[in-house]
């Protein structure tokens, strides 16, 4: 999201740039549903590895265009610990895509979903809800969040880590107003 909140940005990347065609799609009733299937699977490669796993970003928000992306944060006890998680996640398919620090990011070969994993107790974890509540509640903040992703991808990003980044300013706004309502 914004340089401050590390994990909610691309900006540290373990891996190099990856250029990708980004295009907003209408929201697909289908992404609840692929969520709880991840979810699923998840808790069978993690037992009770995986403290809470929840849909965050723009498919777990009802209405929102989106890229055709399903995020899913899992918390675990210790980020350290690649070996009570990593592995096993490795083992059912999920492939490594970032490795930094506080923050693990997997993902499925065809790309469709990523799985950020976090530390319970980082700030990170309730700022990803906390967003994606308010886009869920409040109908003015979801219309500027989709006109501001839109207005960017006209501007012919390429690489998500730069389009994530260019969203910085409007997500945050999006928080603190969050933040100040108590939603």
Known sequence: MHRVDRTLSRSSLSAEPEKRQLELVAYDDSWPAIFLDHKRRLRDALGTTGV????????????????PIVDILVTVGDITAEEDYLAPLLSV????????????????????VHIHILQRGDQAIDRYVLFRNRLRT??????????????LL??????????????????????????????
Do not use: Q
């Open 93 to 112: 398919g999920y492939e490594l895509r970032v490795r930094e620090p506080g923050h693990r990011l997997v993902r499925t070969s065809a790309r469709d």
């Open 138 to 151: 409040d109908a003015d903040d979801r219309s500027l969040y989709e006109a501001t992703k839109r207005a």
């Open 52 to 67: 809470a796993v929840e849909h965050i970003g723009s498919t777990s928000v009802p209405g929102l265009a989106a890229k």
């Open 154 to 183: 006209e501007e012919g990003f390429d690489d998500m880590n730069a389009y994530a980044d260019a969203k910085t300013d409007v997500i945050a706004a999006i928080i603190a107003r969050a933040l100040a309502s108590g939603t």
